[in-house]
């Protein structure tokens, strides 16, 4: 008997609630119906002035390029890190998440080329050490109930960032007076966004509702030791969006704007995992990797 059928004889993976199942199952179908991914040939690409557009927004158009773009890498890794996921999940990023995703790289992608800056070069197959390690980890199925609320965590957070970072580009893109730019590619792309942030949430809370007390607490560790600014996985990577939340004017009104923007990106990790914490407003770790990628932009 391998380890893994081992640990399956010991551990009964506890039937997830058929009540978050089901809402689960309904919200995905909702979404492919309602949003299937946004023909490419229904933006509009004029821009007033390009050049500005690029000396302006260059650094954000390129970090979410590349972040949507590398969704494609991210289907390999989950199909790592999740061998057995429950179907609805891979419903979820199979067919509705990742060719949604995929169109907004590629309409960004268009975007950057036109407006003078260089062609994204996402990472769409190279898969870190780390997550090779805990993808053979997590055959057993107790580590792959941990994986994957790490995933649903880290969906919850990089969803939330998008849409914020949305919402402020689209503001920018108008106060630039880029309207075809922001009304028919920016606006439809922020439209899909928050029903990703739905089903990772929903999702979170239903297995964290299921979880041995000593899975959450290996939970708690692992997230805090692995939280990350969304789409970085290095330094360049971090400086680099430092430079996107001070485009975005995130940290216009200082380190007061880099806690507000912490505590919307980690309000529901903060309820969850943090719950018998009183009086926090937001998981450390979340606003010191903010801070940290912005002082590493500061320093240049
Ligand atoms: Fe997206
Ligand atoms: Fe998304």
Do not use: C
Not at 65 to 91: A, F, G, Q, S, Y
Not at 123 to 139: C, E, P, T, Y
Request: aromatic share 10%; hydrophobic share 40%.
């Amino acid at each position: 008997m391998t380890a893994a059928e081992t640990s399956r004889v010991r551990y009964r993976r506890p039937r997830r609630d058929e009540s978050v199942e089901a809402r689960l199952f309904e919200h995905v179908e909702r979404l492919g119906e309602e949003h299937p991914p946004i023909p490419l040939d229904s933006a509009d690409f004029s821009m007033k002035r390009p050049d500005l557009l690029a000396s302006r927004f260059g650094g954000v158009v390129a970090y979410m390029t590349r972040v949507e773009l590398e969704v494609e890498r991210n289907v390999l890794e989950l199909n790592l890190l999740l061998p057995d996921p429950p179907p609805v999940d891979k419903l979820f990023y199979a067919e509705v998440w990742s060719p949604q995703e995929i169109h907004h790289g590629l309409l960004l992608d268009r975007l950057q080329t036109l407006a003078g800056l260089p062609v994204s070069a996402p990472n769409v197959d190279k898969i870190s050490f780390q997550l090779r390690f805990l993808g053979a980890l997590a055959h057993l199925p107790v580590i792959q109930d941990i994986s994957r609320m790490l995933y649903y965590l880290t969906g919850v957070a990089t969803e939330k960032s998008a849409i914020l970072a949305y919402n402020l580009l689209h503001k920018g893109l108008l106060d630039l007076g880029e309207k075809a730019v922001a009304s028919t590619i920016i606006a439809p792309i922020r439209r899909q966004e928050p029903g990703h942030f739905a089903y990772y949430k929903i999702a979170a809370r239903g297995l964290w509702d299921e979880m041995a007390p000593w899975q959450k607490w290996l939970t708690r560790l692992l997230r805090k030791q692995s939280f990350e600014v969304v789409g970085a996985y290095n330094k360049r990577q971090r400086t680099e969006f430092g430079g996107v939340m001070e485009a975005l004017g995130i940290t216009a009104e200082g380190d007061i704007g880099i806690q507000k923007y912490a505590q919307q990106v980690g309000q529901v990790e903060l309820e969850m995992l943090w719950a018998e914490r009183q009086g926090l407003r937001f998981p450390s770790y979340v606003l010191d990797s903010f801070r940290s990628a912005f002082r590493l932009h500061r320093r240049g």
